[in-house]
C-alpha cells in the first residue's frame, strides 16, 4: 500500500542580511504537519518584487497547495484549522507572565538566602519586584503610557505630568523595599499611587462601567482595565501597610 506525501510549495525571503521569519514559521509549521515542503527562495529584492507582482500579493512568504495558493503565514494557519492570533482581542497574558515569573523570582531569593520557600520575606518580595517589572513596561514607552493612563486615573486627569512621574515612584517603592531601605519615602509614595490608582479604576470600572484597556503593562498593551489593575493598586497599598505595621 502506496501513501500519497502531501505535498506544499513555499516562496519566501532568505536574503543575505534579511531571512524572512515568516517564512521560517511557514515551513516548520508545514514540515510538522507532515508536507513535503518545496522550498523556492527569494533572494532580492527586485526578485521578491517581481514575484509579488506576478501573484498579485502584498508580502511573503506564499504558500501554494496541490497548486492552489494558500496565502501567507495566517492563511496557512487558517487553512490548517489552527487559532490566529487577533491584535486587537483583550488578553491577561503579559500581567500572567509578569506575576508568574515575579513569584518565582521570590521564592528562588528566598531559598538562596533563608534556605526556604515560603517566607514572609518571599511574599514581601513578590509585591516588590512586581511593581518594579510593572514599571518597566511602562518605561519601555512612558509617553504612551501617560496616555492611556490619563484615560482614567482621577489625579492624572487634574495634574498631568503625575501621568508620567507614576513610573518613576512605583519603581522607586518597589527598589527600596527590596532593598529594606529607607522607609519613610518608599511607604508614602506606595500609599499615594496604589490609593490614588485603586480609587481611579474602581470609579472608572465599577461606577461608570467603562470598557478600557489598563496601562498597568504599559500603553501598547491589549489588557482590560480591571480587577488586574485594581490589583496592582491594592498591592502596593497592602505592602506599604505591611511596612508599617513592621
Known amino acids: 500500500m502506496t501513501t500519497t506525501k502531501k505535498r506544499a510549495t513555499v516562496h519566501r525571503m532568505v536574503m543575505e542580511k534579511h531571512v524572512c521569519p515568516w517564512g521560517l514559521k511557514t515551513k516548520w509549521l508545514l514540515e510538522h504537519e507532515g508536507y513535503d515542503v518545496e522550498d523556492h527562495w527569494l533572494t532580492t529584492r527586485a526578485e521578491t518584487d517581481a514575484f509579488k507582482a506576478e501573484w498579485d500579493v502584498k508580502t511573503t512568504p506564499q504558500t501554494f497547495i496541490d497548486g492552489e495558493r494558500i496565502g501567507g503565514y495566517d492563511d496557512l494557519r487558517r487553512y490548517l484549522g489552527k487559532p490566529v492570533k487577533d491584535p486587537d482581542a483583550v488578553t491577561y497574558t503579559p500581567v500572567i507572565a509578569i ?69 518613576f515612584g512605583e519603581a522607586l517603592a518597589g527598589v527600596l523595599m527590596i532593598a529594606g531601605a529607607a522607609m519613610w519615602l518608599a511607604v508614602p509614595v506606595a500609599l499615594v499611587i496604589g490609593g490614588i490608582g485603586a480609587v481611579s479604576v474602581f ?29 496592582e493598586n491594592v498591592m502596593m497599598v497592602a505592602m506599604a501597610i505591611w511596612m508599617i505595621a513592621t
Open 203 to 231: 470609579y472608572a470600572v465599577y461606577v461608570q462601567k467603562r470598557e478600557l484597556k489598563c496601562a498597568c503593562v504599559g500603553g501598547s498593551s491589549n489588557v482590560p482595565l480591571g480587577f488586574v489593575s485594581l490589583t
Open 99 to 167: 506575576f508568574a515569573m515575579t513569584a518565582l523570582m521570590a521564592l528562588a531569593g528566598s531559598w538562596a538566602t533563608l534556605g526556604a520557600l515560603l517566607t514572609v520575606r518571599a511574599g514581601e518580595w513578590f509585591i516588590a519586584l512586581s511593581m518594579c517589572v510593572l514599571a518597566i513596561q511602562k518605561l519601555r514607552d512612558i509617553d504612551s503610557f501617560a496616555t492611556m493612563f490619563l484615560g482614567y486615573d482621577l489625579l492624572a486627569k487634574r495634574w498631568l505630568p503625575y501621568a508620567y512621574l507614576y513610573p
